[in-house]
């Protein structure tokens, strides 16, 4: 069975100050890993995602995530959060080539920008 | 394309009733997914179907529950006789067609709440 824990329920943090939201998984077989913002309001958007090769992978609006297979870890950072940002982080895995597609996500972790 | 929509957006309900919700996915989408969301906790899967078949259905989906998608194109998810623990965040993604195929793209939910 797949899991995925989200380390961190709120993270405040004042504008452009550096962020990590935490994400650990736990899978028997090959991931795909994802990480999906939901904006106050809006439904969930992907924000980036892990098929394979390069393990560090980047959004268009500055958020980047390393895959860690050592550590099972998908941590998302951002060297520099906008009140913009203010959003619900979710985690999610998928089973690798064949699944059905389904995704398991995080408990979600809510990143909190102060001006 | 618009998007994925749901309908209706938000659905009041007493104990013992039933309730049918309605998702129209990205016309070219062949992938179709039913989630829920509880307050405070990430999506959770419910059911998949790809075109009009149904190829898996969560432990989460008791007899109560029924999803159909006769034509391949929307899809209806029914509760029957609702308890309060019914009570959440309905959350429809569609994926597939020519876009890219690890993406879920998600509806802005239907809300019930169940008195």
């Known amino acids: 069975a797949q899991s995925v824990t989200q380390l961190d329920s709120q993270v405040p943090v004042f504008e452009e100050a550096p962020v990590e939201l935490r994400c650990n998984y736990s899978?028997?077989?090959?991931?795909?890993l994802f990480w999906y913002v939901q904006y106050p309001n809006q439904g969930l958007q992907l924000l980036l995602k892990y098929l394979s090769g390069s393990t560090l992978v980047k959004s268009i609006n500055g958020f980047e995530a390393e895959f860690n297979k050592s550590q099972t870890s998908f941590h998302l950072r951002k060297p520099s959060v906008h009140i913009s940002d203010t959003a619900e982080y979710f985690c999610a895995v998928r089973g690798g080539f064949g699944n059905t597609g389904k995704l398991i996500f995080g408990q979600g972790t809510t990143l909190q920008v102060k001006p | 394309d618009t998007g994925v929509s749901q309908d209706p957006r938000h659905k009041i309900t007493k104990r013992g009733q039933n309730v049918t919700f309605r998702c129209d996915p990205i016309?070219?989408?062949?992938?179709l997914y039913w989630y829920r969301q509880t307050l405070g906790q990430g999506p959770e899967f419910l059911t998949y179907f790809q075109n009009e078949a149904q190829l898996e259905k969560s432990r989460l989906l008791s007899n109560r529950f029924s999803a159909e998608r006769p034509k391949g194109s929307f899809s209806t998810l029914e509760i029957q006789r609702t308890e309060q623990g019914d009570s959440a965040m309905y959350l429809c993604a569609s994926s597939g067609g020519t876009g890219d195929p690890y993406e879920q793209y998600f509806g802005p939910g239907t809300r019930l709440t169940v008195t």
């Open positions: 016309s070219e989408h062949n992938r």
């Open positions: 899978s028997s077989v090959s991931v795909y």
